[in-house]
């Protein structure tokens, strides 16, 4: 039976007020009768890159359980899936704070609704922290990549940075590196998936505070994901722990527009809050 005429699935674009762009999720608001295969198979009916599945939910205390699902696997943390569930929910049930249990700890996700009307969401990730990525490491990635060494940026060095799930961090040292991206597919899932690195964050910097980011992520098996939240907050951590931060900082990340569906990813960081918060809209799409 197809999955579609059991479960009721939203869909939404995150991180974008253009239903055109931005990272499409699905949303699941009732999965409370969902074994762990089945969301799994309604994830890859779905297609997109993460579908979120609410399994338990408190609606008086706007507190829920919640998962996530690639094609291929679970993911323990999910930004733009994230965004996408707290808009939904609060356009069902009212602005306001919601309170999301997922796999990678408890996370606030604060919604409001804007001069436009929009619901905007706020999201404060886990803990993150980082660390310098290993020579090993990185050799890998860049074959994988067909990178070179000397196509980064060395004023901010490789790390793996974690904001809920770990990402490689690699900073481009040019547009037109970071435009041309044509990798391996197995090769790079195969170095990510033997350091449990959810995507490679490929970044370059535009200005002190304004990125633009491109994320592959073959673990999921997606090429490319087009706005990464869980990414957004690891960097906004990874530039803390270089001291790239030196007071209270709102960056600007620019995402999917090499893909054609353009994003945009704001993240604020204070140099004394290991949390990093990303925000962002999200509108409903068709199927």
Not at 18 to 25: E, F, Q, R
């Amino acid at each position: 039976m197809n999955a579609s005429t059991t479960t009721e699935i939203l869909r939404y674009t995150a991180f974008t007020t253009d239903p055109a762009g931005g990272n499409p999720a699905g949303v699941i608001l009732d999965a409370a009768h969902l074994a762990d295969d089945r969301m799994l198979a309604v994830a890859a009916e779905v297609g997109y890159s993460e579908t979120a599945f609410i399994t338990a939910a408190d609606l008086p205390r706007r507190r829920f359980r919640l998962r996530f699902f690639s094609p291929l696997a679970e993911v323990a943390f999910c930004g733009h899936a994230t965004i996408a569930t707290a808009v939904a929910l609060a356009e069902r049930h009212g602005a306001g704070e919601l309170v999301f249990d997922t796999a990678a700890g408890e996370i606030r996700v604060a919604t409001a609704v804007d001069g436009a009307g929009a619901v905007r969401a706020t999201l404060t990730s886990a803990p993150t922290h980082s660390r310098p990525v290993e020579d090993a490491e990185l050799d890998a990635t860049l074959a994988a990549l067909h990178w070179e060494r000397a196509d980064l940026d060395p004023s901010l060095p490789p790390h793996v940075a974690f904001g809920g799930n770990h990402h490689l961090v690699l900073a481009a040292a040019t547009r037109a590196r970071l435009a041309d991206l044509a990798y391996d597919f197995d090769a790079l899932g195969d170095v990510m998936r033997a350091h449990d690195w959810t995507t490679v964050q490929l970044v370059w910097q535009e200005s002190d505070t304004g990125f633009h980011a491109r994320d592959p992520f073959p673990p999921g098996g997606v090429v490319e994901d087009p706005a990464t939240g869980a990414a957004a907050a690891a960097f906004g951590g990874y530039l803390r722990t270089i001291g790239r931060i030196r007071g209270a900082t709102t960056l600007t990340l620019r995402q999917g527009e090499d893909m054609g569906r353009p994003s945009t990813l704001t993240v604020d960081v204070d140099p004394t809050d290991p949390r990093v918060r990303v925000a962002g809209h999200a509108v409903p799409i068709a199927p």
